[in-house]
């Protein structure tokens, strides 16, 4: 299959709108080079807030998915560091600190600018709170996620004289069991002893992929 | 720590079994009585390779089998069992046994008397045990006695040498794979001692020729593949009087795997370790026997996979500590059993930090059976077997047993059967291509027991004095609270292992022939399965009726031996069977930029059909010894463990495409062996 056929799969006229309880807004299809397929739906009334609920329909051929989900509060990073080996290396860690949130989900995301336009999560950085003791202070190395599939000999650790920017996530439970099968299928569709071989987990009724939103805090590190 | 406990298992057993020799040696002898149960059919038949056909099990004697192919030099009577109907063929990285349907986790594998946990030897022409070792090898699949209990599919029992040994003898065999030796020693009249020990070295010899055979297709190949295993097995017999013998067993081995596949990036080292310990002591009071046994049971394995970034470290373990006792005897010429088993276990699931957590449960059962006929013609078995297992909840069950037979003459015997069967230790299976990294979990509030109920009818019939048998049987059975774990490796670290087990139902059901013939130079057996094994799971395939792993719609094996002279034999066996289910994806969608998998029907998919000849050529220059030139898989079939499917993209047109890839062990492997006897 090349490109061409490939957008030519893509509905372009689905129904799409999200509702916030109060007000509902239908979404408009536009492009968006940083997906594949590049297209993406959006709104322009309805901004995330952190604390309320988020409900999707959509509508296509006389069939409807359905969603809700439910922005966390968000979490902060206490500190965050980039270390190296050896000075003279090319490559090196970033390491975040917190403070432990009980009953939490988190996610943590990294993009590396200019040359990266979203955000991608970490691998194994993404898990509940309940992994570690309350009001612990968990220290964390970030391992850094392909962008880009099929990437031959990708490299998890970040390289030096970047600017980098971290998303400290709190997300739903949906989110979180979402995002770990998708790093499942990432690292072990190949591994013939623990096969990835189920679906991702979605909380989409009807369809697949997530919906979710995030109580984010941002940081921006340089890595030297 | 475990080492320490396994080490005070078997001096508790050694100190026990002191004792009980000595409150017995001056005890006056009994005149010697006839032996009640199955053990009788072994030494009847001893000149046929397979015997008890008629009565729904399946008993191997490894003396009788030896001539047939065998990489190893002796033949592997576990493997000679999927040879034979309702036992399918479970491919060649597998080490389990799949019975009429059945999981490999819900068959009873006992090592004399003994439960054994050990998953078995890789790449498949390995013997589980030491077939020098063995007096017989018993397939039970149908009709079980009340005695055997705690598994739905079926009995695998092994019993080591029982007779004491006139005179020092040394026996064995040297190949290209793996060597064995045998020593038998006589201590006086009264006592035996039998040591065996066994070694593979294939990474001496079977990576080279994987190399030389494979070379022409070397993509479809796992790369560097390391295994080896050795095990030792030691049985004391001993005649402490006319009506009292003991019996102590020991068996430990252990295999090592290191497995490499560079398409994969991927590296895996698995390591599995079992060890059984046994006392049994039997006294005979005119034709009444009583046999009491203690016993310990360990087994583990470990794992450590890397694949890119990705390290896992996991264990688990389980060890048993129990007592059995059987007493038979008879009450107006009809012959009776009952017993009682205690077994203590101590488990330790699948983990993956430093700190495992072990669970402990009881599980104590009571037993009892009786033959007798009905108007001379009809032969009724009964039994009732009570079970009590106590881990977080204690659960009760109770498990009649029933079979009738029917003779017409000495050649027909028809016989319908019915068993129930509870099964209170779970076997979780978190890899779908059997590598043994299986661990066991006890009954709990939230994992129930499983449950089955099995029918069955056969014919049995011989012709030209017994020259050829045939046996045609039907099965049907139900389980009930079956499991399928689903592991998410990036979970592991955050999920109890019990987030992963799915509950739900299951069937199977089949027709099973066989035509055998037992004399003459050309000697052999074709045996046809048509089976169908069924789940149904409210949370998986979307509650639709999927099939097992391991169902087959066919299985076919033809086995064949042939007596040029004294000195000439040669053996060839034929293998088909349907491949195994497994889950294919069905779609792909994107996330981000990268490609994610929709999997469609739950092993809605089939490997390719198995497929595979071995041939086998013996040179006797005396008895017992001699040169085994065997061939494995002779026309160089490729039969893959797994495939997998990866989104690739073309170089030179930039088209996204769908590349599929087959791994296989290996194909063709040849081997020389030289058997001994001094």
Known sequence: MDTASLLQQVIKSAKVSVCDGERTEFLILGADYNYLPPYVYYGEELKGEPGKSYFLQIEYDGKILSAETHIPQPATLDSCWFEKTQPSDTLGSIYVRFQNVPDSYYQIATRVVPEETVFTPCLFANFPSARFGKDETVTMKLNKCPVLFPEQDFETAFKTDKQVQIKFRTQTKESCDFWTTWQNEILNAQNPVFPANSNLKSNIRGGIGVWCGYGTYKVTIQTR | ?678
């Open chain 2, 1 to 678: 720590m475990f080492q320490s406990n396994r080490l005070f298992y078997i001096l508790f057993i050694i100190i026990c079994f002191r004792g009980t020799i000595r409150s017995q040696t001056n005890s006056k002898p009994d005149t010697l009585a006839s032996v009640y149960g199955q053990e009788v059919i072994v030494t009847k038949h001893l000149e046929k390779k397979i015997t008890g056909l008629s009565i729904g099990k399946i008993i191997f004697n490894p003396e009788s089998a030896s001539k047939l192919p065998s990489l190893f030099g002796a033949a592997d009577l576990l493997k000679m069992l999927e040879l034979t109907p309702g036992v399918q063929n479970s491919g060649d990285a597998n080490t389990n046994l799949y019975i009429r349907g059945g999981d490999s986790g819900q068959n009873l594998l006992l090592y004399e008397n003994v439960q054994c946990y050990t998953p078995g030897h890789l790449l498949g022409f390995f013997p589980l045990f030491n077939s020098d070792h063995l007096s017989a090898f018993e397939l039970n699949k149908a009709n079980i006695h009340a005695r055997y209990g705690g598994r739905l599919s079926s009995v695998i029992n092994v019993s080591a040498k029982k007779n004491i040994p006139e005179k020092l003898s040394v026996r064995g065999n040297i190949g290209m794979l793996a060597s064995q030796a045998t020593l038998e020693l006589p201590m006086g009249k009264r006592f035996g001692l039998t040591i065996s020990g066994r070694k593979t070295y294939t990474e001496l010899l079977v990576q080279p020729v994987m190399d030389v055979t494979v070379n022409n297709n070397a993509k479809s190949k796992v790369e560097n593949l390391d295994y080896d295993f050795h095990d030792v097995n030691l049985t004391l017999n001993g005649s402490l009087s006319e009506r009292d013998k003991f019996t102590v067993n020991t068996f430990f081995g252990n295999d090592y795997l290191n497995i490499t596949d560079e398409d994969l990036l991927f590296t895996g080292v698995m390591n599995w370790e079992n060890a059984t310990v046994s006392a049994q002591w039997e006294r005979k009071t005119g034709e009444n026997s009583f046999i009491q046994q203690i016993y310990g049971e360990s087994y583990s394995n470990r794992l450590a996979t890397k694949q890119e970034i990705m390290n896992i470290r996991g264990q688990s373990e389980i060890m048993d500590v129990g007592y059995k006792n059987r007493y038979l005897f008879r009450i107006e010429e009809i012959p009776f059993e009952s017993g009682l088993q205690y077994t203590f276990h101590q488990i330790q699931p699948q983990t993956f930090n430093d700190s495992p957590s072990t669970l402990t449960a009881h599980d104590l059962s009571l037993y009892g059976g009786l033959r007798f006929a009905i108007a001379h013609v009809i032969n009724a078995d009964c039994g009732l077997r009570a079970n009590v297992f106590r881990h977080d909840k204690t659960f009760f069950s109770l498990e009649p047993r029933l079979q009738f037979s029917y003779s017409q003459g000495e050649n027909q015997t028809f016989r319908l059967s019915y068993s129930r069967q509870n099964q209170y230790m779970t076997r979780l299976t978190p890899t779908s291509i059997g590598f043994p990294m299986d661990f066991w979990v006890a009954a709990s509030r939230n994992l129930p027991p499983q449950s089955g109920n099995e029918f069955s009818a056969g014919y049995f019939r011989t012709f030209k004095n017994s020259s050829f048998e045939f046996s045609g049987e039907i099965y049907y059975r139900n389980m009930h609270r079956l499991n399928e774990y689903v592991q998410i490796m990036t979970e592991m670290q955050n999920r109890y292992y019990g987030e992963n087990i799915h509950i739900g139902n299951g069937r199977a059901y089949g027709l099973e022939l066989i035509v055998k013939k037992n004399f003459g130079r050309l000697t052999g057996w074709i045996s046809y399965t048509l089976g169908r094994s069924e789940r149904i799971f409210e949370d998986m395939n979307q509650g639709k009726v999927f099939p097992a792993r391991f169902d087959r719609r066919h299985d076919l094996s033809l086995v064949a031996s042939y007596t040029f002279s004294d000195e000439w034999d040669a053996s060839l066996v034929y293998v088909y069977a349907t491949g195994n289910a497994y889950t294919l994806p069905s779609s792909w969608y994107f996330i981000g930029k990268i490609p994610v998998k929709e999997y469609g029907s739950y092993n809605g998919a089939r490997m390719p059909d198995y497929n595979r000849t071995d041939l086998s050529i013996n040179y006797w220059y005396k008895k017992d010894n001699g040169i085994i030139f065997s061939i494995y898989n002779m026309f160089m079939v490729s039969n893959p463990v797994y495939v997998f499917m990866n989104v690739k993209q073309d170089e030179e047109n930039g088209k996204i495409k769908v590349d599929v890839k087959q791994k296989r062990l290996y194909t063709i492997i040849p081997s020389v062996s030289w058997r001994f006897r001094f």
